[in-house]
């Protein structure tokens, strides 16, 4: 995705779909592959920056602190029950909203691939349902490759893949 053009983007999370692409987007920068514009990795603050295990800590935006109301309210309007909620819960998932929206809250992400588990009643489950209630609001394709069917799942991403080179 990287040598196409694409920008990755992500929450500092260490584990799956994440971390897959900040490996491998930070190797085809170390390659010259791919630029550092095209990896954004959203952290909830600093200390998880410090924690985290990213290749380049350098390339993790932290929350934009002029508009932590505006990705709280937007998280909550998401989310089904934001008043439970830790202080630092609140930082991941309204981090979702940078995820989503972009730094300042103004430039959406064309799609989301993911890797998300769902409940028994087929809903996505943990701080990532939150993400993708944003995506489904704001009608972004989001494409979930936990789904049983990812041979299908594959085509569609590379179909869209194809039409939005096409459009640019």
Sequence with gaps: MAELGITGVSGLCELGMDAIMQREFSKAINEGKAFSRQLEVYAADIHQVHKSTLPKKTLAKIRNPSLVTQAEQIAASHHPNWGKCSVYTRKLLSRNAHIIFGYHLNN???????????????????????????????????????LPQKAEMLERISKFLQQHKQRQ
Excluded: H, R, S
Excluded at 111 to 140: H, R, S, Y
């Design 108 to 146: 959406p992400v064309d799609a989301v691939i993911t890797w998300c588990e769902l409940d028994n009643f087929g809903q996505p489950k943990g701080g990532t349902a939150t993400a993708l209630k944003m995506a489904w609001g704001a009608q972004i394709p989001v494409f979930n490759l936990y």
